[in-house]
């Protein structure tokens, strides 16, 4: 059986491995714009002009523009994607229902679920961050035989939560008393700028580089 891929040699820390591969899993800077570029052109453009069929178009225009752009550059289209499935999600609720306050139902729901099961990998011992890294790294498992290593990938996936959370508890009362332009504000103002929020705090943690990566060979003890 071959042996688990090891860092590189020029990582030392839990904190710059993991630096590295949230870096390629969230695709950079570009990618978390562009998956989140398209949803506040559509919620700006609906509550300007109040027709959904025109927000769509706009929306769906700019992720079409967004989308080729990667398909010229030859580079991963899966954020505009998302961004895409998103909006045409947010679409089919409302056009079912009748009622523009039911655009950002699918995000409350999303936001809802996403933050439980979060939650619920850390309770159960296995943070979803560090399923994430162990998935990236060819290596499932050996994570969880670093201390150093779930202790991060814990409060990683906590503050990945947080956001998720914050947007739960302040849009779902908004949509129950009908706010349409509050809930167009907040989706704006807790979407990308929160998450930005989140991950400054996550690269804050990372960049401590305290945590020692511990060999096989020779394990450090821990504190």
Not at 94 to 101: I, K, P
Not at 104 to 125: H, K
Not at 135 to 144: E, K, N, Q, T
Not at 197 to 213: E, I
């Amino acid at each position: 059986m071959s042996e688990p891929e090891r860092p590189a040699a020029d990582v030392a820390t839990v904190e710059q491995l993991v630096r590295q591969k949230l870096a390629e899993a969230f695709g950079g800077a570009r990618g978390i714009v562009e998956a989140a570029v398209p949803t506040a052109v559509f919620t700006v453009c609906y509550l300007t002009t109040r027709e959904l069929r025109l927000a769509l178009i706009v929306a769906t225009a700019l992720t079409a523009v967004l989308l080729i752009v990667r398909v010229v550059q030859r580079s991963n289209p899966q954020f505009v994607i998302n961004a895409l499935v998103g909006i045409g999600i947010a679409a089919i609720f409302a056009s079912r229902s009748g009622e523009a306050r039911d655009v950002f139902l699918p995000g409350i729901i999303y936001n809802a679920g996403y933050a439980a099961v979060l939650i619920a990998t850390v309770l159960i011992g296995w943070p979803a961050i560090g399923l994430m890294i162990g998935a990236l790294v060819g290596d499932l498992s050996g994570w969880r035989d670093d201390p150093g290593m779930r202790r991060l990938c814990n409060r990683l996936t906590l503050l990945f939560a947080l956001p998720c959370i914050a947007r739960v508890v302040v849009q779902y009362p908004l949509y129950l008393a009908d706010q349409i332009a509050w809930l167009g504000a907040s989706k704006i103002v807790m979407g990308w700028p929160l998450q930005i929020a989140a991950l400054l705090a996550m690269v804050w943690l990372l960049s401590r580089n305290s945590t020692p990566l511990e060999s096989s060979g020779d394990p450090e003890p821990e504190a």
